[in-house]
């Protein structure tokens, strides 16, 4: 019994390297995906806020536009 218990040691241990060898690469993988996951998110983070800026331009000026239609100055004040 002890006997096979020693002669199946080297195979123990080879499993255990292959099973911790497979831990190390997936962590590395998933650590890899979430980098490339979070670089993508900062980017659509950036092209939204690039957006906005740009909706917020157009709403003033419409609001401008309006305003002129009405006879106001663009501070809401009508002309003299």
């Keep these: 019994m ?3 218990l020693i002669k199946a040691l080297p195979y123990m241990v080879g499993i255990l390297t292959a099973i911790i060898a497979d831990r190390h690469w997936l962590y590395s993988e ?3 995906d979430k980098k490339e996951y979070e670089e993508k998110y900062q980017a659509k983070e950036a092209e939204v806020e690039k957006l ?4 917020n331009q157009l709403k003033i000026k ?5 305003a002129s239609q009405r006879g106001a100055f663009f501070d809401g004040k ?3």
């Design 30 to 32: 998933l650590k890899a």
């Design 78 to 80: 009508e002309k003299k």
């Design 52 to 55: 906005k800026d740009q909706i």
């Design 62 to 66: 419409i609001i401008k536009l309006e």
């Design 2 to 4: 002890l006997l096979d």
